[in-house]
């Protein structure tokens, strides 16, 4: 949560909600009439029919929009809530910050009426897919790979579910990871990187190899010649997975 605390000065900058997500996410959460959003950040994706964010980081509840559900501070591990508090309940992006993942989860079913929505990555087939941490920057994936949680060992911890891809579009307003995977010179602006905590977190020195080459590749157009194929694309699948469970 110290993390959010310095990350998160900067983070809603570039990290604006994509509709085309929000409209995925939205409709996994169905008919549920009542959202409980946990590690939920700014705010992004919740749904109108949030009545409560839950998140840790102070700086990350002061962004929160005008007009956005009320935020109490506290962790996944420990929901200050009753049973069966909301409908649906949704963790975005952030099961992999948790210290306990299995009581965070279970926290999770604990709270929600029906339906529980985790928006996750697959941390094997993003390193393999995604040109930017297979070909330039794996310093910044090894610091994922000691994170990210596998999708089938959350679905297992659900105790059961579905696996949606969530497929990134070329023109993302989200600038998450992958958001720039079609718009290649973003990742050397700084202000981007702060804004991708697997970025932000390895820091400009660790990374400075791979982006100085990442630039020279750019400007003598091998970038473009060796990923052609990915110019033709409107959206990819690098490995994001929508996992949505009822009990
Ligand atoms: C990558 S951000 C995602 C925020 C938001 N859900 C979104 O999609 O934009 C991860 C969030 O998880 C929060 N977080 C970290 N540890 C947490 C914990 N143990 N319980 C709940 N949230 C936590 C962080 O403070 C941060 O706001």
């Given at each position: ?6 990350l998160g ?14 409209a995925?996410?939205?409709a996994?959460?169905?008919d549920?009439?009542?959202?409980i ?17 839950v998140?840790p980081s102070?700086?990350?509840i ?7 559900a ?6 996944a591990?420990?929901?200050?809530l009753?049973?069966n508090?909301?409908d ?5 992006l952030t099961?992999?910050?948790?210290t ?16 529980v ?40 911890l659900l ?7 969530v497929?990134?579009?070329?023109d ?5 990871g ?5 718009r ?8 981007v ?15 400075e190899?791979g ?5 020279a590749?750019l400007t003598?157009g ?9 110019l033709?694309?409107?959206t ?12």
């Amino acid at each position: 949560m110290a993390t959010y605390d310095t990350l998160g000065v900067r983070y809603t900058r570039t990290r604006q909600p994509d509709p085309r997500i929000a409209a995925q996410i939205h409709a996994a959460l169905a008919d549920a009439t009542t959202v409980i959003n946990v590690g939920a950040g700014a705010g992004s994706y919740e749904p109108p029919r949030t009545v409560l964010a839950v998140e840790p980081s102070k700086v990350m509840i002061a962004q929160r929009p005008p007009g956005a559900a009320p935020a109490v501070q506290a962790v996944a591990e420990r929901l200050p809530l009753p049973d069966n508090a909301a409908d649906a309940v949704m963790a975005l992006l952030t099961v992999h910050h948790w210290t306990d993942l299995a009581a965070g989860i279970s926290e999770l079913r604990r709270v929600a009426r029906r339906r529980v929505v985790i928006l996750t990555w697959d941390q094997r087939f993003f390193r393999e897919r995604f040109w930017l941490v297979r070909d330039y920057l794996p310093e910044a994936a090894a610091l994922d790979d000691t994170r990210a949680i596998p999708p089938d060992q959350l679905i297992d911890l659900l105790g059961g579910g579905r696996q949606e891809p969530v497929c990134i579009p070329h023109d993302c307003t989200d600038g998450f990871g992958a958001a720039y995977w079609r718009r290649p010179h973003a990742y050397l602006d700084p202000q981007v990187r702060a804004g991708i905590s697997m970025l932000a977190q390895t820091g400009d020195g660790a990374l400075e190899t791979g982006l100085t080459r990442l630039a020279a590749d750019l400007t003598a157009g091998r970038w473009h010649i060796r990923h052609s194929e990915l110019l033709t694309l409107e959206t990819i699948d690098v490995g994001y997975r929508l996992l949505v469970t009822d009990h």
